[in-house]
């Protein structure tokens, strides 16, 4: 346009100043010489202004391109594959949990416990994805009195399609809340019936473990597991490593009864030895003939959680039956069975109450019509997800045990960490 402009002064210009020196003939034509000139140098630094504008576009054209072209290769580099440091870096998470107690007796204390503050432990939980198709978590506790290797395992996420595989040592999956750690427990303590029949830490080997997501068949999901290990629960097995090993079976139905509310069902069976075969402690060799451990579980697990206020109300209610038969020595047996069932309701984001009964026969021989039964109401407060405190009461009695044990607890469990009260 600025050329245009100037080519219309060009050619109209002079014939203007030319009509013009006709009906002023006095003029002097150096005049107009003094116009052009004054005319060629404004068309010329036009032009030089032009091309400036044109080089400075230019360059701005080339400097965009060179930016997108940078911004590709780091696009490139990003999707080749390479692991930043924080990604390899495992996720750890410490869980701490300690108590104040009061026993309802003459002395204030019993047998296995006394009035006071208490340190129960401090957890250190750390968990890693290894790669696309693995991923490790480990348990370690530290107690007062000792450190305990909880937990140490591997899983291949997808060995086979819907299949799993864990290698290394874990609580296993008997039932329901056997595979639970202390700090995640809806209560205090374990129940009684599966503390008394599987032991006080309850089944927690070294082995391998399979996990089949079944196709549906009467449930709207089947889930069977698999596990292999060493018996090295001396409760129930001999607490050695054997060639013939615990096998371990659990299959668990899912329901889903609406869509506020499922079920779940499960069935455990377990068998094992528990008989000695090795060398002494004075290098003598003892071959002890074959004793078996067999056992059977059966849960039962209800929730109802209301979708449009999950965060506030929710109801559940679980139940577990235990039974053994340990074959011993001289033709002698144990057999014991035991249950437990428990409520809890959520009253709102922070409040819930709960109430669990136990019941269970003595692990020992000759228990017919022997029993020991507990109940156990608490409440619980969730400060937010990372603390929480728990008031409960456990009212122990039963013609197995000489006189009833009462006591009042309060328990204090802090999280710091990714996975907070993680149940593993």
Same mark, same amino acid.
């Given at each position: 346009?600025?050329?245009?402009?100037?080519? +219309?002064?060009?050619?109209?210009?002079?014939?203007?100043?030319?009509?013009?020196? *006709?009906?002023?003939?006095? $003029? $002097?034509?150096?005049?107009? *010489?003094?116009?052009?000139?004054?005319?060629?140098?404004?068309?010329?630094?036009?032009?030089?202004?032009?091309?400036?504008?044109?080089?400075?576009?230019?360059?701005?054209?080339?400097? =965009?391109? /060179? *930016?997108?072209?940078?911004?590709?290769?780091?696009?490139?580099?990003?999707? /080749?594959?390479?692991?930043?440091?924080?990604?390899?870096?495992?996720?750890?998470?410490?869980? &701490?949990?300690?108590?104040?107690?009061?026993?309802?007796?003459?002395?204030?204390?019993?047998?296995?416990?006394?009035?006071?503050?208490?340190?129960?432990?401090?957890?250190?939980?750390?968990?890693?994805?290894?790669?696309?198709?693995?991923?490790?978590?480990?348990?370690?506790?530290? %107690?007062?009195? $000792?450190?305990?290797?909880?937990?140490?395992?591997?899983? @291949?996420?997808?060995?086979?399609?819907?299949?799993?595989?864990?290698?290394?040592?874990?609580?296993?999956?008997?039932?329901?809340?056997?595979?639970?750690?202390?700090?995640?427990?809806?209560?205090?303590?374990?129940?009684?019936?599966?503390?008394?029949?599987?032991?006080?830490?309850?089944?927690?080997?070294?082995? +391998?473990?399979?996990?089949?997501?079944?196709?549906?068949?009467?449930?709207?999901?089947?889930?069977?597991?698999?596990?292999?290990?060493?018996?090295?629960?001396?409760?129930?097995?001999?607490?050695?490593?054997?060639?013939?090993?615990?096998?371990?079976?659990?299959?668990?139905?899912?329901?889903?009864?609406?869509?506020?509310?499922?079920?779940?069902?499960?069935?455990? &069976?377990?068998?094992?030895?528990?008989?000695?075969?090795?060398?002494?402690?004075?290098?003598?060799?003892?071959?002890?003939?074959?004793?078996?451990?067999?056992?059977? &579980?059966?849960?039962? %697990?209800?929730?109802?959680?209301?979708?449009?206020?999950?965060?506030?109300? /929710?109801?559940?209610?679980?139940?577990?039956?235990?039974?053994?038969?340990?074959?011993?020595?001289?033709?002698?047996?144990?057999?014991?069975?035991?249950?437990?069932?428990?409520?809890?309701?959520?009253?709102?984001?922070?409040?819930?109450?709960?109430?669990?009964?136990?019941?269970?026969?003595?692990?020992?021989?000759?228990?017919?019509?022997?029993?020991?039964?507990?109940?156990?109401?608490?409440? %619980?407060?969730?400060?937010?997800?990372?603390?929480?405190? =728990?008031?409960?009461?456990?009212?122990?009695?039963?013609?197995?045990?000489?006189?009833?044990?009462?006591?009042?607890?309060?328990?204090?469990? @802090? /999280?710091?960490?990714?996975?907070?009260?993680?149940?593993?």
């Amino acid at each position: 346009m600025k050329i245009i402009y100037i080519v +219309f002064i060009l050619l109209f210009v002079p014939g203007l100043n030319i009509a013009l020196a *006709q009906e002023q003939i006095g $003029e $002097e034509n150096d005049s107009l *010489q003094t116009i052009i000139k004054d005319l060629e140098k404004r068309v010329r630094a036009l032009e030089n202004q032009q091309e400036e504008d044109e080089l400075e576009s230019l360059l701005k054209e080339a400097d =965009r391109a /060179s *930016q997108e072209k940078k911004k590709t290769s780091k696009q490139k580099v990003f999707k /080749s594959g390479q692991r930043s440091l924080q990604a390899i870096n495992p996720e750890i998470s410490v869980t &701490g949990d300690m108590f104040g107690q009061a026993i309802i007796n003459d002395e204030g204390f019993t047998k296995d416990a006394r009035t006071g503050a208490h340190f129960r432990v401090v957890g250190l939980h750390i968990q890693s994805n290894l790669d696309p198709f693995s991923l490790t978590k480990i348990a370690i506790a530290f %107690t007062p009195k $000792e450190v305990i290797f909880g937990e140490a395992y591997v899983t @291949w996420t997808s060995v086979f399609a819907n299949i799993s595989m864990t290698a290394g040592k874990f609580r296993q999956q008997f039932g329901v809340i056997n595979r639970w750690h202390l700090h995640s427990l809806d209560q205090f303590d374990f129940p009684l019936a599966m503390t008394t029949i599987l032991g006080a830490e309850g089944l927690n080997q070294t082995g +391998f473990s399979i996990d089949w997501l079944m196709p549906p068949l009467i449930a709207h999901a089947n889930l069977f597991t698999l596990q292999i290990t060493n018996g090295q629960n001396d409760h129930l097995f001999s607490g050695k490593a054997f060639s013939f090993p615990a096998v371990l079976g659990h299959l668990k139905n899912y329901y889903d009864l609406n869509p506020n509310t499922y079920l779940e069902f499960g069935l455990t &069976g377990m068998v094992g030895s528990n008989n000695f075969r090795g060398y002494a402690e004075n290098d003598s060799l003892i071959l002890e003939s074959n004793r078996l451990t067999k056992l059977a &579980g059966l849960d039962l %697990t209800l929730f109802w959680e209301p979708i449009d206020q999950a965060h506030y109300h /929710s109801f559940l209610w679980r139940s577990e039956f235990y039974y053994a038969s340990k074959d011993l020595a001289d033709d002698k047996h144990i057999k014991a069975w035991g249950a437990y069932s428990y409520v809890e309701y959520k009253l709102d984001e922070q409040w819930n109450v709960g109430f669990r009964c136990d019941y269970t026969q003595p692990f020992e021989t000759d228990n017919s019509g022997k029993y020991i039964y507990q109940i156990v109401p608490y409440i %619980t407060w969730w400060q937010s997800h990372w603390v929480r405190l =728990r008031l409960q009461y456990n009212y122990k009695n039963g013609n197995a045990i000489d006189k009833a044990d009462q006591l009042f607890r309060l328990q204090v469990t @802090w /999280s710091a960490g990714p996975h907070k009260h993680e149940r593993y």
